[in-house]
């Protein structure tokens, strides 16, 4: 098992920035892929950024390339997302997620966090 825990969420105004950190404990996570989801009320999970476990592959959805980064600190056992040039349309819970088969391309978590709220006000 592998528990997930997130932090860094908050109020920010457009434009601005967070920076979301995820703890795991339990396992290493350096074997996992790891990446972020995030929901906002009323709507569907959506998939946000993945790292493959040795970060040779890094993908994003398509609304965040160029604002956010993801990279992951394997000694540390954490992984961050640093987000910028937020916009009201980030506003949602994020969640931290690990995959053990290690894949970003085919990013299927199998652990999860309980999410940090994130809003950003217009």
């Known amino acids: 098992q592998v528990h997930l825990v997130e932090s860094g969420g908050g109020l920010v105004q457009a434009g601005g920035s967070l920076r979301l950190s995820c703890a795991a404990s339990?396992?290493?996570?350096?074997?996992?892929?790891m990446g972020w989801f995030r929901q906002a009320p009323g709507k569907e999970r959506e998939f946000v950024a993945a790292?493959?476990?040795?970060?040779?592959?890094?993908l994003y959805v398509d609304s965040v390339k160029g604002r956010f980064t993801i990279d992951r600190d394997n000694a540390k056992n954490t992984v961050y997302l640093q987000m910028n040039s937020l916009k009201p349309e980030d506003t949602a819970v994020y969640y931290c997620?690990?995959?053990?088969?290690?894949?970003?391309?085919?990013?299927?978590?199998?652990?999860w966090g309980k999410g940090t709220q994130v809003t950003v006000s217009s």
């Open positions: 997620a690990a995959d053990r088969y290690g894949s970003a391309s085919d990013f299927k978590p199998d652990y």
């Open positions: 339990g396992r290493p996570i350096s074997t996992y892929a």
């Open positions: 790292k493959a476990w040795n970060g040779g592959n890094i």
